[in-house]
């Protein structure tokens, strides 16, 4: 079973006229990256405008507000937006090693845990009121993905070698399209909304709930904001 969608091979000098498109195993795991570092996003955005009244944990770091271990989910946050960018737009090295290193890495903590407490790791929201116990279920899950990260790594470079160049842009992607600039003003405008939700409502009250919606709402919407989107003849977008 093909592990990407076939992309020509193009010398350094040629030219080609195929659009590049992610193919299915990429695109999963970019759309699984999305999901999993969402977590991540949450405490990013809240603890800095939520403030000290906003309390955080994730595999034994945690923090209230921007103090504590602030700088990893913020770091994580922006190392997010960087791997989607590189493997929208045109699956451009290290894409390759953010994608193996996160998820790889993030199947260890888990399968960590489970070995230390099945039953004690959850998943827990307290705004939104969520609890859900991960356990061998989520250790399995993660796993498969951080193979499928590493399987489709080791594809790519054996699929260019001779040919990859660090930083060479792969010919053929889509150019920016409007579609891609109105999700980016989204998710920019949105962010006094937020401020003003977060920042002055009761804690786990009903504007942090709206709040925390609009926050994940925000991550779905820059998820797919780099992807790239069909370009009509006139250069008016196509379907997708």
């Known amino acids: 079973m093909s592990l990407a969608a076939p992309r020509p091979h193009p010398g350094l000098d040629s030219q080609v006229t195929d659009p590049w498109r992610p193919g299915r195993t990429l695109s ?40 504590g271990d602030y ?44 070995l230390r407490d099945p039953d004690g790791f959850r998943f827990q929201g307290d705004t939104l009121g969520v609890d859900v116990n991960l356990g061998w279920g989520a250790s399995a899950l993660f796993g498969a993905f951080a193979l499928l990260a590493l399987g489709w790594a080791l594809r790519e470079f054996r699929r260019d070698a001779g040919t990859w160049v660090p930083g060479r842009v792969p010919s053929g992607i ?48 820059l998820s797919v904001a780099f992807r790239p989107f069909a370009m009509g003849p006139a250069g008016g977008e196509g379907a997708s």
């Not at 970019?30 to 996003?41: D, G, K, M, N, R």
């Not at 989204?186 to 786990?204: D, N």
């Open 28 to 67: 999963l795991l970019l759309a699984w990256t999305a999901v999993t570092t969402l977590i991540l996003w949450l405490p990013a955005i809240r603890g800095l405008m939520d403030g000290s009244t906003y309390t955080w944990g994730f595999m034994g770091l945690g923090g209230s507000g921007t103090g």
């Open 71 to 114: 700088w990893f989910p913020a770091t994580a946050s922006a190392l997010a937006l960087v791997t989607l960018w590189l493997g929208w737009r045109g699956g451009r090295f290290p894409v390759h090693l953010l994608l193996v290193g996160w998820h790889g890495g993030l199947a260890a903590l888990i399968l960590r845990a489970t």
């Open 174 to 221: 889509p150019p920016w399209s409007p579609r891609n600039t109105r999700l980016v003003a989204f998710a920019l405008f949105v962010l006094p909304v937020q401020l003003l939700l977060l920042a002055s409502g009761e804690p786990h009250g009903g504007t942090d709930q709206v709040g925390v919606l609009l926050t994940l709402l925000q991550w779905g919407v």
